[in-house]
């Protein structure tokens, strides 16, 4: 059990690199190729960077960005470490290199969890001391407390500390780590409370329903979930985010075909969507459909080599070739 949790927590620290709202702004054609998950040209764009001034710092972490996001978390760590040797002071810096470390201890084995864990945990601390506000650094600790085994510093004393002070910095992704601590404790009706009121803050916000959504499926509401997902849509109707949500609460019903009809829907609006893509390939594997699920399984694999689902949808592969 114990093992199964350190990887949990270590999946979810290195599961993603983080861009902050500054960073988004930046006129970057570098910063514009990963927004647009062209991570190869990316790549050479910041390498070019690189070789024309090797103090560059900021190039160094966007590549390191990229590198994580292409799965490369050797050379990531590499580079990240390259910008903190030129800027320690970097909160942003300390934060991904915490996402880098937890992606290296996640393909690890349990050995090298145990030594990488830790690290894990300092990074984000080193990222909230240099910046409080930092909301992702903040975030990446509670879910290192709330998760992690006692042995290795796991709280939930400290987990809920993190939380407070999200809710602080702000109020719809506070209250969200919030529902997820009483979650995790099975207190469910103050789940619901939380999410809810990120809806009454603010009923045009999209995040409360999506989030309220999810947690209606985990209990079984299935019509309560669709709800939440249907006044999603008609709050962002351009966002294929909300229909492939749709889809995921169909597809946990067992109503492939509907659920396959919201997946392509979300996949009009952006053709690159690959949560859809994965679940697709899912709905034609329940369905018995082998060579169209393998077929749906290696485009999304195409599209998000990286991905959250990649490595399932390379067991996926095997397992129906």
Known sequence: MRTMRVQAVLLLMGATAFLSAAEAQIDSTGIKLVAQRKYAEAKSFFEAAIGTDQKDAEAHYHLARVLLFQGNSDDAEDQIDEALELNESNARYHFLRGNILGDRARKANIFKQAILAPKVKNAFLRAVELDPSLVAARIGLYNYYIMAPGIMGGSEEEALKQANEVVKLNFVRGHILLANFYQRKKDFTQAEAEYKKVIDADPKKIDGYKELGYFYIKQKKFDQAVAQF???????????????????????????????EKYNFALSLDKNFSSSIYQLGACYEKKGMKTKAIETYQWYLTVDPSGRNADSARKKIKELS
Do not use: M, R, T, V
Not at 245 to 256: I, M, N, R, T, V
């Open 230 to 260: 249907k006044k999603y849509g008609e709050l962002d109707p351009k966002n294929p985010d909300a229909y492939d949500s749709y889809g995921d609460a169909l597809f946990a019903q067992e109503k492939f075909d509907d659920a396959i």
